[in-house]
């Protein structure tokens, strides 16, 4: 099946981030804060390190929800494991966050799970079974953006701040080119390459 996810800002092989929405087998809703990528035709991806409540129950009913919002309360609130049961719908048997801008239901296919040094991260492969569209506006968020802006608005005090300063600002960019290279789609990797070429004139 084709999805248009185009709609909501989300391209192939780009990491977004979101809202991953889990419900265990006692019928008690959980949400964490994951990124997942898109691999084409009807498949996701995510990876997830042992512990979290939202992979204990991606395993155990193989199914969870990606909720695509920019909403900052509902991402500190989740982080901070705090995200009351108001924030979600009222269905009994799926987890989905009320008035969530566009949310994709999916079912785990696949789980590998790799041992780390001090962990184990699990890469879980999913399959799209319903892409909902609840908001024409809905944008999926790409954290490389925010890195970027940071950049854009220290670069305008760069030529003025002592070199203490200029230090600090060129080791955030430094580190926030990194995420980009690493999360973004072209156009925001050649921006954030664009603006440390500008940096490195100073």
Do not use: W
């Not at 990528?37 to 995510?46: A, C, K, T």
């Not at 925010?146 to 600090?168: A, C, H, P, Q, T």
């Amino acid at each position: 099946m084709n999805h248009d996810f185009g709609k909501v800002g989300i391209e192939k092989d780009i990491q977004y981030e979101c809202i991953t929405t889990t419900i265990n087998r006692d019928g008690v809703k959980n949400a964490g804060a994951f990124a997942f990528r898109y691999l084409g035709e009807d498949m996701v991806f995510s990876s997830i390190f042992e512990g979290s409540k939202t992979l204990k129950n991606m395993l155990d009913t193989r199914e969870y929800v990606v909720n695509i919002t920019q909403d900052p309360l509902v991402f500190t609130y989740v982080t901070l494991d705090c995200l009351g049961d108001e924030y979600f719908t009222s269905d009994d048997d799926i987890a989905i966050i009320k008035n969530t801008p566009a949310y994709i239901i999916v079912d785990v296919v696949d789980v590998e799970k790799k041992t780390l040094k001090d962990s184990n991260l699990y890469f879980v492969t999913g399959r799209i079974r319903e892409f909902i569209i609840n908001d024409e506006n809905a944008q999926a968020f790409n954290r490389g953006l925010s890195g970027l802006i940071e950049g854009l608005v220290n670069f305008s005090r760069y030529k003025i701040v002592d070199d203490e300063k200029r230090k600090e600002y060129m080791d955030r960019l430094v580190e926030n080119k990194r995420i980009i290279d690493k999360v973004s789609d072209e156009k925001t990797r050649k921006a954030m390459a664009d603006l440390k070429a500008e940096y490195e004139k100073y």
